[in-house]
């Protein structure tokens, strides 16, 4: 309960009833194409199955996400295969080195604020929020982290 839990709620803890319902499709699915021996072992979703689930279905919220916020898609897009965690300066930093981003001309890193519009922006939807170990460090959600192929601990 935990794992999905955490999986399905993005770094302002509010989770998606869609999210956990497509989780759960993409488990279902999987299990049924596994046609595994042990899959009659009493159990309804084994782990392997609803890890696949909580892929696509991080795939799956990545890309409503693009399509709700367009203005932080290509931010999105730049996030791939970055740390799930770092302080505000070194997401930024990440992200402006990007060709994509050097390339997208009228985006919100060209506004006043700048850099901090887009961070806060990532904060505000729940990509982005406090690391708990450290305050001046943000992380990445597990809701958004497999979606955007970023690999760290717990995943």
Known sequence: ANYIETRTVDAQGRMFPRT???????AIEEELQAKDPQANSGRVL????????VIKASEQRVQDL?????????YLDTL????PTGTPEKFK???EDSPAIKAHKSSLHTETDG???VIRRLEDVGVLGPYSGDRNKLAIAHLYRLGLGVKGAGM
Do not use: C, N
């Open 93 to 95: 930093k990440y992200m």
């Open 66 to 74: 693009k399509a709700e916020y367009s203005d932080l898609a290509p």
């Open 115 to 117: 850099w901090k519009t």
């Open 80 to 83: 791939r295969a970055a740390d």
């Open 20 to 26: 956990l319902i497509q989780l759960v499709q993409y």
């Open 46 to 53: 084994r782990f392997r199955s609803l890890r696949k689930g």
